[in-house]
Nanobody, 125 residues
Framework: QVQLAESGGGLVQSGGSLRLSCISS????????MGWFRQAPGKERELVAC????????HHAHPMKGRFTISRDNAKDTVYLQMNSLKPEDTAVYYC??????????????????WGQGTQVTVSS
């Protein structure tokens, strides 16, 4: 049974930081491309960042470049999202996603097979 469990969300003031974690099980994590997406109320789910299976390939969506950093620890079956300089517009539910048997980056939502339940991030002004 595949499980993706996000944690680390919460309420933070503008300019603050949070670190999200996503612990995975039920598939071979080191063979899976991983991604973080977010969805704000009334908006479509959008890519935040993604990382290749080995961690050599990384992509951050433009609004997050320089503020967010995706990383992974294949020994711990965990992918992280470090978020710095948070803004109120970063408020959303953040989802972890997995594309098993995929070594390269995947930037499209449709390419991810498994999803976590999401963790709420709220940034106050």
């Amino acid at each position: 049974q595949v499980q993706l469990a996000e944690s680390g969300g919460g309420l933070v003031q503008s300019g603050g930081s949070l670190r999200l974690s996503c612990i995975s099980s039920g598939f071979t994590f080191s063979w899976a491309a991983m991604g973080w997406f977010r969805q704000a109320p009334g908006k479509e789910r959008e890519l935040v960042a993604c990382i290749s299976a080995t961690g050599d390939g990384i992509h951050h969506a433009h609004p997050m470049k320089g503020r967010f950093t995706i990383s992974r620890d294949n020994a711990k079956d965990t992918v992280y999202l470090q978020m710095n300089s948070l803004k109120p517009e970063d408020t959303a539910v953040y989802y972890c996603a997995a594309a098993p048997h995929t070594l390269n980056l995947r930037t499209s939502r449709a390419e991810y097979q498994y999803w976590g339940q999401g963790t709420q991030v709220t940034v106050s002004s």
